[in-house]
């Protein structure tokens, strides 16, 4: 491995002989390396595939922090440079944390097929290879410092203070990411870390309010779930192993955002001296080796950190915490206004929804910028009910026809036309919450000419892309002519005016048929980057302004999207967009095209729409569309130049693989995924085999493939590389073949047993994986039973938690319906336990003793749940004939019995029916009806040792009850003539253990009274049932028994359907 050592101060450096065991020359450079160390190389060694020539050590001696750097073979070049900017890092974070380093070395180490793009150890980052660039690299650059920078923020709050509990892990994430925003803000500026905090922000509340939330700070146990309630169903956030990755990174995200929040109300000079308090602690203890009760200052909890706040600041920051950190949810407002001329008073009205998925009720202030014809002014509100109207005092008065410059919020003044506006008005715009101190979403409603004013003159560009977004419902000339302005302004941040290009494109589209002159943008981009004397030939590459290179790369992108009035990308844009590729100079230029050229091929896959065939013609290269047969060619020359002449990290080859797949979608090529299988096998670089598996998962969901769909599970499987496995099911998970909410043949039986043995067995080595593999179940199957696998089989399910039998959960509601015949089948999605055979005498215990404990303490109530045991007196009789059961119900009250040739039920849908109205029959004092209830409340037997679920091949199953020395037996065959082994089942309860729940009624009356309602509804049912059932009236004073019955399928639930 190629090193570059990064010091303090210049070091000597000693030669070693290359002979030497552990040392390898390189020139000048010799290195030695701990014995520790060396074996943790060693053995990334061994992980990579790699002969130990391939690496070169070094060692650092001295008391000053030395840097060193590791990366592959013929790789060194490129890891100085990227690693050149790294020590600027480093006195950066010293400073603002008046600390130093907190080891004595930092060591980063770039691999192939990283895991993820940085992992933070302690003195130890772990980079991919990936981020290694050239000088001649514009865009990789910011991207790579930016992990330089996140990989040591982490060294800090992280590694060398770590956390006490997983409930504390926000505290080191969000000081982590809080203080790379910093970093971000001193080295890219004030408009690139609001951008940045802008889109965190916007990710943030655009997932909590999709999937329901994102807590901070989960408490378990003390009874306190309820106040602190886990905002997703389907993973568990108790444990870092079983958090969704994607929830994982929004879960960093918001952190980081909080600790902004807790920074905006005590201060940043406060903020900063708690991370130092600490950081000094912390030190202190790791010098302590024999003093091992001070080695808790290493950790952090959540209850420390707020009591350093505390201390630090004198400040009580509990309801923030409590609004931010302890609960899940953003907020969302709607605000509107309305000005009273009479009054000279901004009436505003902001409304509060927190009834919706992921949101929470807001109390506290409310910051609310106005900015006025004399000046922006701020006005703080106080949130307090679910509707907030507030009236605001404006500062000046409405000036007609008076030229007089506008001071606006950075102390600038501005000639504004003023002829837009409302003349009673003095107002130009508002902005609610725009620090942005609130995680928040605002729907503001102003006027077009307001908007147009604040993307103009306000120079925050959080504030100009909230503006570009609001004009795209305005496509009016005034707004074309206001994001015209703005891509001219070469003093706009670059960011916004590439927004705007995309807005403008979005514009001249709605006003297609009122669109007067050249088509948008171009006459600009011929202004800007085009020779004078040719205005169809682009001037030879010069990208030393990144302002400018990144605008001349997305101009033409946002004008591939310009459509005339039959849905067609314009004849001249096509024309001009192959110009600009055929005419590209890149001779003179000191910085790589390749991204410029990456984008070109993307604005070529913009201008494609949908063909439109004749007579269902089958497409080929000779009935092409002139304009697509361009298209084509120049994508096949781009794919074929990079064969010889690869750009860096194949940016080309990617553009193309996307280009293709949207000339299949649009029907101009036949769809075929051949080709983005073969760019998907494992030797490809790894951004195109993402391209070409996106590709794939695309065409899995459009073509509904069962083959693409099996390929990509069994990549998912096999593939050597955990970062593309991942990337797989994330792509499937975001763009799935189907969803819970439809149909499609691609949803079978076979596949939710493959999802479900990749979630529980496959992936069990791979956290990551294997929650990916729960969040693509749960995409494609929710939480409920999948549509797909049959019903289970008829029967009743032995509840031995709730010690009661119940009608299996999965075919009640068909059951009540009667909209289908029940199916039999011996695949179940219902964990269920079978037991074995009677002969295992602890699985009999077992239940029994569950069974005794429950007859002893519990009493009959009035109200009994769905799905309860057999009406005491009822049995199921075998008769001589095996094919021919009856079903006997004795009644204790009214003596009656009522015998059920299984004969004539031809159906499992008639039994269930007919079971039910058996359940209706208050055969007891005081049992009520039966009563419908969810399907998912009926619970399942809790897994007991020994149930592997293996069906015997016995010919019937049975459970005995012993009641007080007699016994209740029960025996069943399976219907309809069925040759299936049914599972033989015996729970021996103890001889002593007395049944209070099976017990006689005290009370007389209650059973006279009982016997005539019983009457009453027997001769009701009596015409119900007339297909052979003989009604008998018997006084035997036999007593009352009860005996759970259960009739679980010959199956346990190992997968959802066990069909294997």
């Known amino acids: 491995m190629n090193e570059s050592p990064q010091g303090r101060r210049p070091r000597s450096q000693a030669s070693c002989p290359p002979t030497q065991p552990g040392f390898l020359k390189n020139g000048e450079i010799s290195i030695t390396f701990p014995m520790l160390m060396r074996l943790r190389l060693v053995l990334w060694i061994l992980t990579q595939g790699m002969g130990s020539c391939a690496l070169r050590f070094r060692q650092s001696c001295g008391n000053t922090s030395m840097v060193t750097h590791f990366c592959l073979p013929q790789l060194l070049p490129l890891l100085k440079h990227t690693t050149s900017y790294l020590h600027e890092v480093f006195e950066f974070y010293e400073e603002i944390l008046t600390c130093r380093y907190p080891y004595s070395c930092f060591k980063t180490v770039f691999i192939d097929e990283a895991y993820v793009e940085v992992a933070a150890y302690a003195s130890m980052s772990i980079f991919s290879t990936n981020l290694l660039h050239s000088a001649m690299i514009i865009d990789e650059t910011p991207l790579t410092r930016r992990c330089l920078a996140q990989s040591l923020a982490q060294q800090f709050f992280g590694c060398f203070i770590s956390r006490m509990s997983w409930s504390d892990e926000w505290v080191l994430k969000g000081i982590s990411g809080y203080i790379y925003g910093l970093w971000m803000k001193k080295t890219f500026g004030v408009n690139e870390y609001r951008h940045w905090i802008k889109e965190e922000l916007d990710k943030i509340v655009a997932y909590e309010l999709k999937t329901g939330g994102v807590l901070l700070h989960p408490i378990f146990g003390g009874g306190k779930e309820k106040d ?516 499609s043949p691609l949803c079978n039986e076979a596949l939710v047993d493959q999802l479900w043995k990749l979630m529980n067995s496959g992936t069990s080595h791979d956290w990551r994986l294997r929650c990916g593999a729960v969040d693509l179940y749960f995409t494609l199957f929710g939480l409920s039973r999948p549509s797909c696998l049959p019903l289970p089989e008829l029967g009743l399910v032995l509840n031995l938690k709730e010690k009661k039998a119940v009608l299996n959960p999965t075919i009640i509601p068909e059951a009540i319906a009667g909209n289908q015949e029940a199916a039999v089948n011996p695949s179940s999605h219902t964990q269920l336990v079978g037991f074995q055979n009677p002969e295992d005498d602890h699985l009999a215990k077992e239940a029994s003793c569950n069974m005794s404990a429950h007859q002893q303490g519990v009493k009959r109530k009035a109200d009994t749940p769905l799905g309860s045991p057999l009406e005491p007196g009822q049995i199921l009789e075998k008769n001589e004939d095996s094919s021919k059961v009856k079903l006997k119900i004795r009644f204790s009250s009214s003596q009656d019995e009522e015998e059920i040739d299984m004969d004539t039920v031809h159906d499992s849908q008639a039994f269930i029916s007919h079971h039910l109205n058996m359940l209706e029959r208050p055969s007891t004092p005081g049992l009520s009806k039966y009563r419908p209830a969810n399907s998912r409340s009926a619970l399942i037997p809790q897994h007991s040792a020994g149930c592997d679920g293996t069906p015997t091949t016995k010919p019937q199953w049975n459970m005995e009850l012993p009641r007080k020395g007699t016994g209740i037996h029960v025996s069943v065959s399976h219907l309809e003539g069925k040759e299936q082994p049914p599972l033989e089942m015996s729970v021996h309860a103890a001889a002593a253990a007395p049944l209070s729940a099976f017990g006689k009624e005290p009370a007389s009356s209650k059973h006279s009274e009982h016997h005539h309602h019983h009457h009453h509804e027997h001769k009701k049912k009596k015409k119900k049932h007339k297909h052979k059932h003989k009604h008998k009236r018997r006084r035997d004073g036999r007593e009352r028994g009860r005996g759970p019955l259960a009739f679980p399928s010959p199956g346990a639930a190992r997968s959802p359907s066990l069909s294997d």
């Open 228 to 743: 602190n309630p886990a905002p997703h169903p389907h993973f568990s956030i108790k444990h870092p192993h079983t958090l969704s990755w994607e929830y994982y990174t929004m879960f960093q995200c918001k952190a980081h955002l909080v600790m902004r929040l807790i920074e905006n109300r005590i201060s940043m000079e406060f903020m900063l001296q708690v991370f130092n308090k600490l950081l000094s602690l912390a030190s202190t203890a790791s010098s302590q080796k024999f003093q091992s009760h001070m080695w808790s200052q290493m950790l952090v909890s959540t209850s420390g950190f707020l009591k350093s706040i505390s201390n630090v600041s004198g400040k009580d920051i509990q309801p923030l915490i409590k609004q931010w950190v302890d609960q899940s949810g953003v907020v969302k407002f709607y605000g509107s206004f309305a000005f009273n001329r009479k009054r000279n008073v901004l009436e505003l009205e902001i409304k509060q929804d927190y009834t919706s998925p992921g949101t929470q009720k807001y109390v506290g202030p409310l910051k609310v910028t106005v900015q006025e014809l004399d000046g922006s002014f701020n006005h703080t509100l106080q949130i307090e009910e679910n509707s907030l109207k507030h009236d605001i005092p404006c500062h000046s008065k409405s000036r007609r026809n008076k030229k007089k410059k506008i001071p606006l919020m950075n102390g600038e003044e501005v000639d504004m036309d003023l002829s837009a506006m409302d003349a009673d008005s003095p107002l130009l715009w508002i902005r609610i919450d725009p620090d942005m101190a609130v995680l928040r979403k605002v729907d503001s409603e102003q006027a077009d000419f307001m908007w147009q004013y604040q993307l103009r003159y306000e120079r925050d560009v959080v504030a100009q892309q909230e503006a570009i977004s609001a004009l795209e419902r305005f496509p009016t000339p005034a707004s074309r002519l206001a994001l015209t302005d703005v891509l001219e302004q070469e003093q706009c941040f670059y960011r916004v005016r590439m927004a705007a290009c995309f807005c403008l494109a979005k514009i001249a589209n709605s006003m297609v048929s009122t669109w007067t002159g050249p088509p948008a943008m171009k006459s600009l981009f011929t202004r800007m980057f085009c020779c004078k004397t040719c205005p169809n030939i682009v001037k030879t590459n010069n990208f030393m302004s990144f302002q400018s290179y990144f605008l001349q790369k997305t101009m033409p992108v946002a004008m591939a999207l310009l459509r005339d009035v039959h849905n067609l990308c314009p004849k001249e844009v096509l024309t001009f967009i192959l110009d600009l590729i055929k005419y590209n100079d890149n001779r003179k230029n000191k910085f790589s095209d390749n991204y410029y050229r990456a984008e070109m091929i993307d604005a070529l896959a913009n201008s494609v729409t949908p063909a439109v065939s004749v007579n269902n013609e089958v497409r080929t290269l000779d009935n092409l569309n002139p304009d697509v047969r361009l298209i084509l060619e120049e994508i096949t020359r781009f794919l074929n130049m990079e064969k010889l002449l690869p750009s860096y990290r194949h940016t080309i080859t990617v553009s193309c693989l996307r280009a293709i797949r949207v000339l299949q979608k649009n029907g101009h090529v036949p769809s075929d995924p051949s080709l983005f299988k073969s760019y998907a096998e494992y030797g490809h670089f790894v951004d195109i085999r993402i391209a070409a598996l996106e590709a794939v998962v695309d065409y899995t969901k459009v073509d509904r493939s069962y083959e693409e769909l099996q390929w990509l599970l069994t990549m998912v499987q096999n593939d050597p590389v955990p970062y593309v496995r991942h990337k797989i099911l994330n792509m499937l998970t975001k763009n799935p073949p189907f969803t819970k909410s439809m149909e």
